[in-house]
Structure formats: C-alpha cells, structure tokens
C-alpha cells in the first residue's frame, strides 16, 4: 500500500514570494491533516479536512496561509506571502475517518525563507 | 486549550541502558498514541493505548498507559543506536475527539 506523498520535498525561497505544497493521501482516507513542525518541536496542525470539507482551522494564519481538497483526495497547502517565521517542515498526514485517530503521514516539505 | 507534557525534553544515554519518558496531562484522554519520528522524516505510529492501566510491548519498547487515562510512560529495555529520534505522544481528548500533540523527546543513543 503506497504511503502518503508529499512534494517538494526542500523548498527554498525569499521572503514575500509564495509557495505551494501538495499531497497526496493514503487511498481511501477521508481525513487530511497539514501541520506545521518547527525544528525539534511536534507539530502543530494548520487544518484538518474531512473528504472535501475543511473540520478545524482555528490555527491557520488565513491572511497568509490557505489550503484546498477539491476532489475530496489530493490537497495543496499555499502560503503568500512567505514571512521568516515560516520555515519549518510541513508534514501532511491521513487517517482513515471519523472515529480512526491513527495517522499516517508523509515525509515532509522542509521550507526555508531567507 | 488541553496540553499534553513530555518529558524530558532531550535524553542521551549510552547503548545497552534503559530509559523512560513520559507522557502527561491533567484531563482525561480516550486513547494516547506513540510516534517515533527520524530527521527528516514524518511521524510513524508505533502504538495506541486505550484502556486505563494498558500496557503493550513492542520488542524492547513498553508502552503504560495511565490508570486515569491522563499519563503514558515509554519504557526502552537496553537502548540501541537504531532508538534515536524524536518520541512524540499524541492524546484524543474524551470531551471533543481532538487530537492534542505533546512537543516530544529527543533521544539520542550513542554507540
């Protein structure tokens, strides 16, 4: 069974540019989750979606950050613009659905703004 | 908003010792997972306690999970170089099914 994918895998890019991140979930998952680690640190989740509708974003910094899952499988994570303060990873996870807590994440984007 | 407490923060032991780390709140969570997470990679689930006083076993690790559902201990019998990384514990609250993230433990085993 193929395990979440994540692109890119490092990105680097200036202040005030934007930036995009896509992933893709375990197949038939319901649930998606990106978070946000900075280094050393858990994460900390920006959104979590449920097929296509969006369950929490009460920590998403929505003048900078926004994030879809139109089809209800892949999902993109945007930031514009990028400050300093965004470098991190950004992990994306899946899990199978309402009521299944066990998440299962890819491998991360490690985003660095200069 | 819930927190979830590890400590300690930073462990470096030498290969062969034991060690334990653990996991702490003050309200009550449903179920308690453990992910191990390498430099740069994401998180990898190795166990879900659900029940109060649960206890599993994987290889050399030994996963308790508290009696009132508000602690979890991670016990490593003779610690290998492979151990090394970051152990995270992430709890479902019982009120609202929100998944609370602990900031983990970075262990370090050297050989």
């Known amino acids: 069974e193929a395990g979440v994918a994540q692109s890119p895998r490092y990105k680097i890019i200036e202040k005030r540019q934007s930036v995009a991140f896509w992933c893709n979930p375990i197949?038939?998952?319901?649930?998606l989750y990106w978070y946000q680690q900075i280094l050393g640190q858990g994460p900390k989740l920006l959104i979590q979606f449920q097929n296509n509708g969006v369950v929490d974003d009460s920590q998403l910094p929505k003048d900078r950050f926004s994030a879809e899952r139109l089809k209800g499988v892949d999902s993109t994570l945007k930031i514009q613009p990028a400050k300093l303060e965004d470098s991190a990873v950004y992990l994306c996870?899946?899990?199978?659905?309402?009521?299944?807590?066990?998440?299962?994440f890819g491998p991360g984007t490690r985003l660095t703004v200069t | 908003t819930q927190l979830l407490e590890q400590s300690p923060q930073f462990l470096s032991i030498q290969e062969g010792e034991n060690l334990t780390v653990y996991c702490n709140s003050s309200?009550?969570?449903?179920?308690l997972q453990w992910y191990r997470q390498e430099p740069g990679e994401g998180p990898v689930l190795l166990v879900t306690v659900v029940t109060g006083g649960e206890v599993k076993k994987l290889k050399r690790l030994t996963f308790q999970f508290g009696d009132a559902r508000k602690d979890s201990s991670l016990h490593i019998t003779a610690a290998q170089p492979g151990d090394t990384g970051l152990y995270l514990c992430a709890g479902v609250e019982d009120s609202n099914y929100q998944l609370i993230w602990g900031a983990g433990t970075k262990l370090i085993i050297k050989p």
């Open positions: 309200s009550v969570f449903s179920s």
């Open positions: 996870a899946s899990s199978l659905g309402q009521g299944h807590y066990e998440q299962y």
């Open positions: 197949s038939g998952h319901a649930t």
